[in-house]
């Protein structure tokens, strides 16, 4: 820049008259020094600022990672709103080990210091498309703030659901699952953990792709959260497909007489949710003993539960399957299956215990159906299931 302003000021020179080349070229001497100083001032000064914005916004970085660190968020208008919020988005990074030990963080101090409204999680272990969604958004129609949804299908699967829907952006990360494999209670695990880190999540159901509820939301949401015990079927089956599955290798940690079965669609509460995903102590044992043809979906929960909790259990489920037709899968309804009479002989006249008391409810979801039961599902729902 310097050696341009000199080149540009001879070029003038030659075209000045002596007198004035003598005064001018002092003149320039003079503005060139000027030029100097002030160059070398401006580029002080932009040093020193430089040095000084890399001090003031490196520290303030720093700042901010560590308050970030403290606190979930940085709104510090209403810091406990910041911790029980819960995550804006389901998607995460985090692998198994970081989700199951994030997700037990748990109070020791029972009473919330705020006003808690205790939610339903309905968590949906799927292969892929929700089929019956529509049903599924009628249920929930009307009783937002009451419930949220977790749905683990296939990884790869990318579900495309419409921004009003509320199965919307509600897919979690998810893993490979095979069907009566420990990756199956895996894929369990990973929906109660995530569902966990919504702290108001208090009760977590099971469901799949093929279930559907068969009451209103008023009742499933009443009836569940009324009972003394959370529904995890859990029996003493006797013979082949009961203890016949056990493996005395399992011992010490369970004993034959310990050796539970129960369906694996459960409804269970956050105290149990907090046991299933934190246990390392009976998650080897079944990983390592109970394979195929021990069906581990089938006994993990139910005999952990039951060595540790029994007094917190139902022992029964709240979803009805149909096993009638033998096999080792149940009966799956279709488009023809469907009608009142149907529902009146699956649900009705059946008694069980509901805290000590006898009564005619029992299930609150059923399975199977097809893709093909939607549309006269959805026209007998109101009278039918109260939906
Ligand atoms: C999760 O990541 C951590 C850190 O990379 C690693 O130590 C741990 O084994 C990973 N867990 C799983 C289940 O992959
Ligand atoms: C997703 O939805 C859009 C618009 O509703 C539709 O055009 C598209 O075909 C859908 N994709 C899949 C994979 O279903
Ligand atoms: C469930 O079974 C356990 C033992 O397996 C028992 O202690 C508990 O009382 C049972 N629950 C109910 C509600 O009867
Ligand atoms: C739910 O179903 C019950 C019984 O079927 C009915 O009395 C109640 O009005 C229904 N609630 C709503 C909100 O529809």
């Known amino acids: 820049m310097q050696a341009n302003l000199m080149n540009g000021e001879h070029g003038k020179d030659t075209v000045s008259s002596t007198t004035t ?5 002092k003149c320039w001497s003079f503005k060139i020094l000027y030029f100097f100083l002030i160059f070398m001032v401006l580029g002080l000064g932009l040093c020193i600022l430089s040095l000084n914005m890399i001090r003031y916004f490196g520290l303030r970085n720093m700042v901010l990672k560590e308050s970030s660190r403290l606190e979930p968020c940085t709104d510090d208008t209403n810091i406990l709103e910041c911790w029980i919020r819960p995550p804006s988005k389901l998607m995460h990074n985090m692998n198994d080990s970081e989700l199951f030990w994030r997700a037990t963080f748990a109070p ?3 009473e919330y210091p705020y006003k808690r409204v205790p939610k339903l999680a309905f ?3 799927t292969r892929g498309p929700l089929p ?3 049903l599924w958004e009628r249920f929930f129609r009307g009783n937002e703030g009451l419930y949220s949804i977790y749905v683990h299908p296939l990884p790869g699967y990318q579900a495309n659901f419409s921004r009003s829907s509320v199965f919307y952006g509600r897919q979690i990360p998810s893993q490979v699952t095979e069907w009566g494999k420990m990756s199956m209670c895996d894929a369990e695990r990973r929906l109660l953990a995530n569902a966990m880190l919504d702290l108001s999540n208090e009760y977590f159901v099971l469901l799949s792709e093929a279930c559907i509820p068969v009451r209103n939301f008023t009742i499933v949401y009443r009836y569940i959260s009324k009972s003394h015990y959370s529904f995890m079927g ?3 089956e006797r013979g082949p497909y009961g203890r016949g599955r056990y493996d005395k290798r399992m011992e010490p940690e369970v004993t034959l007489e310990q050796w539970r079965k129960g369906s694996q669609w459960f409804e269970v509460n956050r105290e149990l949710a907090l046991r299933i995903v934190e246990d390392r102590v009976y998650y080897p044992k079944f990983k390592e003993f109970c394979k195929p ?3 581990v979906d089938e006994h993990y929960f139910p005999t952990m539960l039951t060595i540790q909790v029994p007094h917190m259990l139902a022992n029964r ?3 009805y399957t149909d096993w009638s037709r033998g096999g080792p899968h149940p009966a799956t309804y279709g488009k023809k299956d ?3 009479e149907f529902f009146d002989k699956i649900l009705g006249r059946k008694l069980c215990f509901y805290n000590h008391r006898l009564v005619f409810l029992c299930h609150l979801f059923a399975r199977k159906f097809a893709p093909s039961a939607l549309e006269p599902l959805l026209s007998l729902s109101y009278e039918v299931f109260g939906y």
Do not use: E, G, N, V
């Open 123 to 125: 968590m949906f272990l």
């Open 293 to 295: 043809a021990c069906y």
């Open 338 to 340: 469907i009608s009142k």
């Open 317 to 319: 489920t709240l979803t």
């Open 108 to 110: 020791r101090i029972k």
């Open 132 to 134: 019956l969604s529509p």
């Open 21 to 25: 080349r003598t005064i001018q070229s």
């Open 234 to 236: 859990s029996y003493d």
